[in-house]
């Protein structure tokens, strides 16, 4: 193996990673932002992993896929928290 094929090859590892990392960034971030720990760092290492099998045609839609998870679990317990604070308004009123 010549050092050219060598570099790319690890320039290739170190890239998807990197691309991966960054793309993850986006569940990572709304995940530790709304409380859900587990799907914030499952959604980053989904996104690394599959950034590192086939690059952004895969770590993309892992990506949109985890941000709609978080999102819509979010928007679900803000809803529930809003209904605690009107049925405790109704008993105290």
């Given at each position: 193996?010549?050092?050219?094929?060598?570099?790319?090859?690890?320039?290739?590892?170190?890239?998807?990673?990197?691309?991966?990392?960054?793309?993850?960034?986006?569940?990572?971030?709304?995940?530790?932002?709304?409380?859900?720990?587990?799907?914030?760092?499952?959604g980053f290492v989904a996104c690394v992993v599959g950034s590192f099998i086939s690059g952004l045609i895969?770590?993309?839609?892992?990506?949109?896929?985890?941000?709609?998870?978080?999102?819509?679990?979010?928007?679900?317990?803000?809803?529930?928290?809003?209904?605690?604070?009107?049925?405790?308004?109704?008993?105290?009123?």
């Open positions: 193996m010549n050092t050219y094929q060598t570099a790319y090859t690890i320039g290739a590892i170190v890239g998807s990673i990197v691309s991966g990392a960054v793309i993850g960034l986006l569940p990572l971030i709304l995940g530790l932002k709304n409380g859900f720990k587990g799907l914030a760092i499952g895969l770590s993309v839609p892992i990506c949109a896929v985890f941000t709609a998870i978080i999102s819509v679990k979010a928007k679900k317990a803000a809803q529930q928290a809003a209904q605690n604070v009107s049925n405790d308004n109704d008993i105290i009123g």
